[in-house]
């Protein structure tokens, strides 16, 4: 690990006292306070993927992980909104070079929010393009910089097609305003992941200059970097982190509470020195080391792939979200064991077990985790079979 991610660490474990005694405060206000946005953003989080040519820090894929990881091990809802917050550093160089030097004009600290649904329409207008749409899932929307929302792209009423798309695919873009031009609507009343305050973001009826919108899927990027020129390949791996160190987070709570000696009502012996509560813990941390190695082992395959300027590959987002799928759910079978293993007294609000396993249960519902995802990876492997007849013929026979 680099010295900047060392520093990053040491710094966010000297917030960790104090962002762990306001969990209570966060849950209930649905949302981050505003002091503790202030100091994670002192910390230099919400810069780990912006370049070095506009201050960035510009870390190292797998640095930047492990760096998700502390956090979402102090807190789910706080790992969570970091990581949409710097993931922003993927795509905003997808605009157009004078908008993103205005942009960064104030420094790099920049936190974006928005969502990646469809939520909008653009028309083509004078002057740009006019945008309506509403939203869902805009986490961390309340504290900042800029929004951004997808929008369908019309005319007259009509989608467009996508230019480069020989199948007549609908043309989708973002589009990026400072956070005061939007309308947030209070919506955030969930089960888990309470302090992102994901609330639906809403425009009605602006005109937005064409240069403000990116297109995700085959921008070219306005500056030089390994991580700029490929945001569908990176998105999915930025998920991992969050279930891991959810999943840390509850077996460290599980074994500090089994340290004090803690007993369960008619069990024969405390919780430490029972043979089936060692085995069930053991699996736990087997299962969370082996999902640490796995995000380890896909990052830095992205990274050799960024660093080569081959990252824009539709296999590497396939291998990125079954990766991410698989570390998702393997943590969420761990923390459900966690909570189980916590007896009744988990059950409790002040209990970070059940907190976890809620942030972790939300964390697992969103789109780029789903279990359909490995009907992708299957396909890899028939076009690699395939490519390999007199080896596939041979499995075929065995």
Known sequence: MKPTAKRLLADIQNLEPMIFAR???IEAARRIPIDIVDALRATGVFRMFAPRSHDGLELELSDALDVLTALARIDGSIGWITMIGSASGFFLPLLPRALYDRIYRDGPDLIIAGSTIPGGTAE??????????????????????????LCV????GTPLPEPAS?????????????ASEWQIEDTWHVAGLKGTGSHHIVIKDRIVPADHFVDLAA???????????????????????????LAEGAMNDLVAKAGTGWQQQRAVVPAR???LFQVELGRIGADIRAARALLRDQAEMHWRHALAGTLRDAALTTQAAQTAVWITATCLRAVETC??????SALYESSTLQRRLRDLQAAAQHAMVQQRH?????KLLFEGASAQPNLAARRSAA
């Open 374 to 378: 490995y009907a992708g990876a299957a």
């Open 339 to 344: 909570f189980a293993l916590g007896g009744s």
């Open 166 to 178: 020989e199948s007549g695919q609908t043309m989708v873009r973002g589009v990026l305003l400072p």
């Open 23 to 25: 969990a209570a405060e």
């Open 124 to 149: 083509a207008a004078d002057g740009g393009w006019r945008v309506n749409g509403r939203w869902p899932f805009a986490s961390g929307c309340q504290h900042a910089d800029f929004l951004i929302g």
């Open 219 to 245: 921008g070219v990027p306005c500056v030089r970097g390994p991580l700029y020129d490929g945001v569908q390949q990176l998105i999915p791996l930025a998920h991992g982190p969050i279930a891991i160190g």
């Open 273 to 275: 020195d029972s043979e």
């Open 153 to 156: 792209m019309t005319e007259n």
